[in-house]
Nanobody
């Protein structure tokens, strides 16, 4: 299984970006896909997650109302639409996948990880 994240870049505060994560090697029909991020000098943190089947979504308080996670099952791809970006959103963003239904906010629950894509938000 490979997860390929893309869409990162350098933007100004208030701008938007859409990240994509394409999964290959298997078709996911259960479990979660999640987005995590690691800011410079900080621990990795949960950002958002979505279930493949029902499309239930979950967000960290820090991104709720600004980020939207969605999926395209036919393309085996998950997206993270990020609006009203802030300098504190600057981080490497990682997508991750699991076939289980554990704690979606814990990185330990995920079996597969992408390499990450850098998002830099200037003030």
């Amino acid at each position: 299984v490979q997860l390929q994240a893309s869409g990162g870049g350098l933007v100004q505060a208030g701008d938007s970006l859409r990240l994509s994560c394409a999964a290959s090697g298997r078709t996911f029909r259960r479990g979660f896909m999640g987005w995590f991020r690691r800011a410079p000098g900080k621990e990795r943190e949960f950002a958002a997650a979505i279930t493949w089947i029902a499309g239930d979504t979950y967000y960290a308080d820090s991104v709720k109302g600004r980020f939207t996670i969605s999926r395209d099952n036919a393309k085996n791809t998950v997206y993270l639409q990020m609006n009203s970006l802030k300098p504190e959103d600057t981080a490497v963003y990682y997508c991750a996948a699991t076939l289980g239904y554990g704690d979606y906010a814990s990185g330990a629950a995920y079996d597969y990880w992408g390499l990450g894509t850098l998002v830099t938000v200037s003030s």
